[in-house]
């Protein structure tokens, strides 16, 4: 019922954006898309691609049909956004009319194969201009530079710039670029995930502050939920230059392409086109970057140098650092918090009343018995449905790790209470002692000795288990490691290495304290 | 306060029943003891001594009766069981003392953290005791650094300190050697005559017929004779003391 009503809602959000965009861009008339000025029988050199376009009346162009403000489908079929405006000003000056274009979707995949198959005539969509591409086809413009930028809850203020997600949350999908910028320039805290639209509701929650890839892709969330989401600024800190994609080397076409859009600029076309598309919600209108002129020889992508192995693990130090002391803090946070929940609950297990008794008994036999996942997806999942929400994934899994532990940590106090014999509580109780008195002064003292090394076995325990964090969101050690080993395909070994290399900076230490404490315990005796 | 008539009883047991599991351990025991009286329990092993005195301080709960200290009702737990066992002294078989504190601690312990004494006060009135039993000069030891012996004599000043008002002993000198009996007997028998009130379990004649006012018989967890020292070693009644007496003698 309620994933029906969601899906109508937002149904429903998808369509009034679709028919305000389509308002505003068409000033008021009926019809979905605008009708920029045709040109009245252009003259075009023979043999010109513009020559042969402008004859036949019609031009095929490729846009996407999902992106919304650039190329998106409306509700009669036909593709509105910037890139569509751009599309019908280029038309215009050939002399085709609006209702003259074919829109053919693209989508990243097949845009260079449109172009090679004669499939399109042109392609404007959200097209990066780049090396690997310009290989294939040819760029006109670029028209429009795209890059990174942030979206936040709509009542965020505390978020303008980059520098603001030092060490805030900041979702974005895995071993993306983007993804890689904010963390490693920015120094944010990455929540990773599969797809941009599963960012949205941990940006909703709260659990994280920020949502990081192309203003593109952003402005489209923010469009379709304009009263949830907005974008930090309008401003991006990367450039992402967009291109009108053509056949290769069609030079003649490009240069008089690149001619169109210098004069769109100039007679304020393009800021109309703006301003009524992804104006909407990138307020500020954008400046035609410097077009391309000269097509430059590019230089050849450097190849890869063969990596020595180790290299993986010095170059990701800083990485393999953060993420060792995320884990770190996992441990030891969860470590304090499980060896006093442990206790406590020891405590009630030996206790007089009968209900703590039995508390205690079924919750160490339950958690002793179920996996730790499933502590980390009750936490995670199943206490922010029950209502209890939480700033950062962290603190679930502070509240997995340590609930989880605690049992163990309850069991091996208790075997140290047993361990100490029952006279000592007798002349405890017969100088009236409470019950309190008698645990806290007489028998945990004693308790301690025997249960510390097993107690330590529990938290080198803790620290491996703590890798289990990463796979809900949290970003430590292990989850470091298997961004790097995406990264580094050819150097998983290494990357592995690494990883066990940091975990044994935390658990051979602890491992030898347990040795020391056990070899004095025996002294002792 | 009631008017402590002398002869009123400072312990009062009331047909005190307790099983463990099927066994009858307690069978309607009736006693009182009263106010500077010295009470020897004495009987066969497994005849339920040890559960008698548990039972007084309320180590062991009975199934009924009535146990009265000092005229109250033994509480169930809580508050007000821990003031009342704070009256009731007890040194055990084995000692006992906390492994983990000095001989000073042990001692202090109680004072300090029960009756709310300070410190300075609590080990002044510790080092009293610990060399009225004669080992005061042991007091920054650990027990382990002790013999059996002194050990014994620290719990029973650890005991002494909370100023009970009445001491119970449980076998004190069984898991003594030989040699270090008499040191802790001297110890109890000056106690007796200073005017404790002590209910003591124990297989030692000599203390029983120097400091004893009475000697309590247990069989099979009932007490068979109630008799003056005197009385119950030259004449006893039953055939079981008779039987047990001479088989300790031969001992
Ligand atoms: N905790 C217990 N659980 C079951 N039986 C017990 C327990 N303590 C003592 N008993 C039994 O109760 C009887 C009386 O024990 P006890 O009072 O220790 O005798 P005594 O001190 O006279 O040797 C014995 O048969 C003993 O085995
Ligand atoms: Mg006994």
């Known amino acids: 019922m309620t994933a029906f009503m969601t899906r109508r809602k937002s149904l429903l959000v998808a369509a009034s954006a679709a028919l305000a965009l389509s308002l505003s861009a068409c000033g008021g008339s009926s019809t979905s898309t605008s009708n920029p000025p045709v040109a009245e029988k252009p003259s075009f050199a023979a043999d010109t691609t513009m020559a042969k376009l402008s004859s036949a009346g019609k031009i095929v162009i490729g846009t996407k049909f999902d992106q919304p403000l650039f190329g998106q489908k409306g509700l009669d079929g036909k593709p509105v956004g910037f890139d569509v405006e751009m599309g019908k000003l280029i038309a215009g000056k050939l002399g085709i009319p609006a209702d003259k274009i074919e829109w053919k979707e693209t989508v990243s995949a097949n845009r260079e194969q449109f172009i090679k198959n004669g499939d399109v005539d042109i392609i404007v969509a959200t097209y990066t201009i780049n090396d690997k591409r310009k290989a294939e086809v040819s760029f006109a413009g670029p028209y429009y530079e795209a890059g990174q930028a942030l979206m936040v809850n709509k009542d965020n203020t505390s978020i303008t710039k980059p520098e603001d997600v030092k060490g805030k949350n900041v979702c974005s999908v895995t071993g993306s670029t983007p993804a890689a910028t904010i963390v490693e320039k920015y120094g944010a805290v990455l929540v990773p995930a599969a797809t941009y639209s599963a960012c949205l509701e941990p940006l909703r929650n709260k659990q994280v502050e920020a949502i990081t890839t192309d203003n593109v892709i952003l402005a489209g969330f923010v469009a379709k939920e304009p009263d949830a989401f907005k974008l930090a600024s309008d401003q991006t800190f990367t450039k992402e230059p967009y291109g009108i994609g053509l056949k290769k080397d069609d030079t003649v076409f490009r240069n008089w392409i690149n001619d169109q859009l210098e004069a769109f600029d100039k007679d304020g076309s393009y800021k109309k086109a703006w301003e009524a598309t992804a104006g909407t919600v990138i307020k500020t209108a954008p400046t035609l970057p410097a077009i391309n002129r000269h097509s430059r020889l590019s230089a050849p992508l450097p190849l890869r140098q063969p990596k020595e192995p180790m290299d993986v693990i010095i170059e990701n130090l800083p990485q393999y650092w953060d993420g060792f002391l995320r884990t770190l803090f996992l441990s030891v946070v969860s470590g304090i918090i499980a060896l006093i929940f442990g206790t406590i609950l020891a405590a009630a297990r030996v206790s007089p009343i009968a209900a703590l008794r039995g508390f205690s008994m079924t919750y160490v036999e339950i958690v002793r018995n179920t996996p730790l996942t499933i502590a980390f997806f009750f936490a995670a999942v199943v206490l922010p449905r029950l209502g209890v929400t939480f700033q950062q994934f962290e603190v679930a899994a502070i509240i997995a790790l340590s609930a989880y532990t605690s049992a163990f940590i309850a069991e091996a106090v208790r075997s140290g209470v047993n361990s100490v014999p029952v006279g000592q509580a007798e002349a405890a109780r017969s100088i009236g002692m409470k019950f309190s008195q008698v645990l806290s002064l007489i028998i945990l003292p004693q308790a301690l000795r025997t249960v510390i090394p097993p107690m330590i076995n529990i938290l080198i325990a803790l620290v491996k288990n703590s890798s289990v964090a990463g796979a809900f969101y949290v970003l430590e050690l292990f989850g470091y490691g298997r961004q790097l080993a995406n990264a580094n395909g050819d150097a998983v070994l290494w990357v592995l290495v690494g990883v066990a290399f940091f975990y044994l900076l935390i658990t051979v230490p602890l491992g030898y304290v347990a040795t020391v404490v056990e070899r004095k315990v025996a002294i002792a005796r | ?251």
Do not use: W
């Open chain 2, 1 to 251: 306060m009631t008017t402590q008539v002398p002869g009123d009883a400072l312990v009062s047991l009331n047909a005190v029943n307790k099983h463990y599991g099927q066994l009858h351990v307690l069978k309607d025991i009736n006693l009182n003891v009263r106010k500077g009286e010295v009470v020897v329990v004495i009987g066969p092993s497994g005849s339920g001594k040890s559960t008698l005195c548990r039972a007084i301080n309320r180590l062991e709960t009975i199934d009924d009766g009535v146990i009265k200290i000092d005229g109250k009702v033994l509480p169930e737990e809580g508050k007000e069981l821990a003031k009342l066992r704070a009256d009731v002294g007890m040194v055990f078989q084995s000692f006992n003392l906390f492994a983990h504190k000095t001989i000073l601690e042990n001692v202090t312990l109680g004072p300090i953290k029960v009756k709310g004494l300070s410190k300075t006060e609590a080990d002044k009135d510790a080092m009293a005791l610990l060399e009225r039993v004669g080992v005061g000069h042991q007091a920054p030891k650990l027990p382990a650094q002790l013999s059996g012996g002194q050990q014994q004599r620290v719990a029973i000043a650890r005991a002494l300190a909370m100023k009970p008002k009445v001491m119970l002993f449980d076998e004190p000198t069984s898991a003594l050697d030989p040699e270090m009996i008499n040191e802790v007997l001297d110890v109890m028998i000056q106690l007796a005559k200073e005017g404790m009130t002590m209910i003591v379990v124990t297989h030692e004649m000599g203390f029983a017929r120097k400091a004893a006012d009475r000697v309590v018989f247990m069989a099979d967890g009932q007490i068979v004779e109630d008799a003056t020292p005197e009385e119950f070693f030259t004449n006893p009644k039953s055939s079981r003391a008779k039987d047990f007496l001479s088989k300790l003698l031969t001992h």
